[in-house]
């Protein structure tokens, strides 16, 4: 995209937050990181992706999901399930009873591969299954929802209980899933061995690359007609309604787009991690989903992927010393963030500094221009004489 379409997009102040997380992505953290720890902030920022989602249809939709780790864990396994197929030929596995499929199939006495496997010794169909699995099942799942006007609180704890569903139902088909463990033991990507150093240097500039994508793609909805009306929706859904549009059809959009953003978040996860399980589809999870949102503020792209990266960067740090209180302090750190500050840590910068921000943006554009003015009549003197 041009400067120009750049513009059209971003304000002049959201223009140069979007400037600013760029270059601490794709400058500052490479080079001041080491690799193991560049590759956690990659698997951080997988986690961005379902923040952004839930920035369209939380903050701005008023639909709060639950179970947005069904959606990263969907696209998650759809990756997992390539690279095991690639990471599962006949000479790896020679020593099985039935050489040729996966490891936890031949421990539950499997013998063939299952037909819905098939179709992901393809990398072309896995990309697309990526996008394409979790956004169908999130409009079937949307459909039947909003159509019957489901929203609100009953609409969180339906999408939390698919959530549980999902797990359960991974968990007890071990043959098929990898049970408990997931998908494990991940190698090769096309050949390419996935755990080198390298890998993980791709690996994060593409997962960049991608997240900023998703962040001009927000910022579009954001700022369009579908936008405005989002918000409306969100503050008075009735009168929406009376105005002649489908509220149903935007939920049910938003909803979608929101799972697309999960799943790819889910897919990098799997090739930055090395593995996919259910772990990472649970309640627990999709509810620390929906806090890296609120801390980051869910009415901010950019405050959400702050959040997703302070919050995963704090339970790092703290599970190591208290794996036990971690809950307990996710749950206090929600509620605080409701009480104290609603919209999050964007909303703080937005009430103490933004302005001040603005107006030094202001006097250094100003200067600019006064340079680049003294440059141009010095040059018309010059050619003069």
Known sequence: MTTTGLRSLFSRHDLLSF??????????????????????????????????????????????????GVFFGIGGYMMAMFLKLEASDPESTSIQSTPGIPDFMDWNQITELPWFWEPFYSFGFTLLAVLVVPTVFAYLIGVAMFKRRVSGVYFAIITQSIALILTILIIGQQGYTGGVNGITDLRTLLGWDIRSDFAKYVFYFICVALLLTCVVIAQFIRRSKFGRILVAMRDAEDRIRFSGYDVANFKVFVFCVGAAFAAIGGAMFTLQVGFMSPSFIGIVPSIEMVIFCAVGGRLSLFGAIYGALLVSWARSIFSESFPELWLFAMGALFIGVVLAFPNGLAGLYDQYARGHVAKALDRWVDQLTRSDSNRTVQGVAHERQ
Do not use: E, H
């Open 19 to 68: 400037a600013v997380l760029a270059l601490l992505l794709i400058v500052v953290f490479p080079l001041a990181l080491d690799i193991f720890r560049l590759n956690l902030i990659g698997k951080y920022l997988t986690y961005a992706f379902v923040a952004l989602g839930l920035v369209l249809c939380w903050g701005y939709g008023g639909v709060l999901s639950l179970g947005q």
